[in-house]
């Protein structure tokens, strides 16, 4: 199992964390990954609203390339994943623009939560954990592009989404139901409307709060971004302390794994997660 990976932009800045953890996991489950070269922004949601050529030639730029490599393309952010899997789309159905732009062979394109979810699994996933995480209570939360508007594994559904909680339950830790799981988290606003992006956030992590996780899970690096770094924006914004640490899902599949927190970039997350930690050990 080999992949050419397309990182985008977040996973090389803000997102390190996820690119450390998503590698080291990989290596783990022996996945093969070779990072592409001389990748670009794939236009995000940015470009759509200043130059639609660009949110399309920006993405066609890096399907050509994974054509040329002959690999299929696999990534973490599902901005990235939603904008290059448009383009896709728009070639397979629309034979004028894929003769248009030379595109002979659409690659496959995956995210990376749908290769631990369906094309490893649950199962196989459960054979390889080496340090069970029995009593961690998590909450998984999917933001709005995980899992819209394409379908996890082809078959998931939109709005109650089921594949993180099948990896982490393979850990041995306890889901729990979370009705707010696929609301938006406000990220994209938070530049153009700061309290209301806050607002958003803020009724995710209330309602996570009263549900007592011992942290939330997450695949998506803006969802991250709200729910860790502006976690204390957030408190001060509705008033109310909310303490909860917030991991990538590859951070928490690590730990169960084995790979120690450091090298999963746990250090580097806003709310502590001490406490989380402490009760693995």
């Not at 599902?78 to 894929?98: G, H, I, R, W």
């Amino acid at each position: 199992m080999s992949y050419l990976y397309y990182p985008g932009c977040s996973l090389k800045g803000a997102a390190i964390d996820y690119d450390e953890s998503f590698r080291a996991v990989a290596s783990a489950l022996d996945i093969g990954v070779e990072e592409m070269k001389d990748w670009e922004c794939c236009g995000a949601t940015a470009a759509k609203s200043v130059d639609k050529n660009a949110s399309v030639s920006l993405p066609l730029g890096t399907l050509k390339s994974a054509e040329k490599a002959g690999k299929d393309l696999l990534m973490l952010c599902p901005s990235c994943y939603t904008n290059l899997m448009s383009v896709k789309v728009k070639a397979q159905e629309d034979m004028v623009f894929k003769e248009t732009h030379s595109l002979n062979k659409v690659p496959e394109i995956k995210q990376f939560l749908e290769v631990l979810a369906f094309d490893i699994g649950p199962e196989k996933l459960r054979e390889r954990i080496v340090r069970s995480l029995k009593g961690i209570k998590v909450l998984t939360y999917y933001g709005c592009l995980v899992a819209r508007p394409f379908r996890l594994g082809g078959t998931e559904s939109h709005e109650r989404p089921m594949a993180m909680e099948r990896l982490v339950e393979a850990t041995g830790a306890q889901t729990v139901f979370f009705p707010s799981k696929v609301e938006c988290c406000g990220g994209t606003l938070l530049i153009s409307r700061e309290k209301v992006a806050l607002k958003l956030c803020g009724n995710i992590l209330k309602e996570a709060k009263k549900l007592a996780p011992d942290c939330i899970v997450v695949a998506c690096p803006l969802c991250h971004f709200m729910l860790d770094a502006k976690q204390a924006a957030v408190e001060k914004e509705i008033g109310e302390k909310i303490k909860i640490p917030v991991l990538y899902i590859t951070q928490l599949l690590g730990l169960a794994l084995g790979i120690d927190h450091k090298r999963l970039g746990l250090q580097r997350l806003v709310t502590s997660p001490k406490l989380l930690l402490q009760k693995i050990k």
